[in-house]
């Protein structure tokens, strides 16, 4: 069964900089681009970032770039986030999913996703 | 960057109702649009890819069409289950991608 289970989020102060962690399992991590997307309070889903499956290749919406870094460790089949400089508005769930690799790039599997809010 | 725009934003309707959700694209992105359901305090969910390819084990109830710039999600028979928001994406513009702003979908 294909689990992806992110940690990580919680309270953080303006200008902090958390790392999200998302564990994947029941499929080979290796072989699959993945993705970060958020949700606001109240708002849509958004885009956040994209990894290649080795690694070597990386994406990010122009809200984000330049503060966040995604990455992954492909021997621990973990993908991560690190957040830098947040502000209010980087308030969300955060999710971390499974691109399925065709084109379209749908994303087949999420995780539950990770509370980060950002607040003095 | 590609915006997706989707119609309604809520809709109520009884069991059994026949609903249909559009989105529109800003610009051509051939069939490359995925839909997905998504619940409060759960994962989202694929629930059709490619416009019109249904996703393993969701049910025949939904389908999508659409080709271009405009796109249609369609739940022939609404069930109760099927209450949530519905989002469609693009990605035409992989890696990068974006989401249309959600359907909320109620019980009447």
């Known amino acids: 069964e294909v689990q992806l289970v992110e940690s990580g989020g919680g309270l953080v102060q303006p200008g902090g900089s958390p790392r999200l962690s998302c564990a994947a399992s029941g499929f080979t991590f290796s072989y699959f681009a993945m993705h970060w997307v958020r949700q606001a309070p109240g708002r849509g889903l958004e885009y956040v970032s994209t990894i290649s499956s080795d690694g070597f290749r990386t994406h990010y919406a122009n809200s984000v770039k330049g503060r966040f870094t995604i990455s992954r460790d492909n021997s621990r089949s973990t993908l991560f986030l690190q957040m830098g400089s947040l502000r209010a508005d980087d308030t969300a769930v955060y999710y971390c999913?499974?691109?399925?690799?065709?084109?379209?790039?749908?994303?087949?599997?999420w995780g539950q996703g990770a509370l980060v809010t950002v607040s003095s | 960057d590609i915006q997706m725009t989707q119609s309604p934003s809520s809709l109520s309707a009884s069991v059994g109702d026949r609903v249909t959700i559009t989105c529109r694209a800003s610009?051509?992105?051939?069939?490359?649009l995925n839909w997905y359901q998504h619940k409060p305090g759960k994962a989202p969910r694929l629930l059709l890819y490619a416009a019109s390819t249904l996703q393993s084990g969701v049910p025949s109830r939904f389908s999508g069409t659409g080709s271009g710039t405009d796109f249609t999600l369609t739940i022939s028979s609404l069930q109760p289950e099927d209450i949530a928001t519905y989002y469609c994406q693009q990605g035409y513009s992989s890696p990068v991608f974006t989401f249309g702003q959600g359907t909320k979908v109620e019980i009447k």
């Open positions: 610009q051509y992105i051939s069939n490359f």
């Open positions: 999913a499974r691109d399925l690799g065709v084109p379209a790039a749908p994303l087949d599997f």
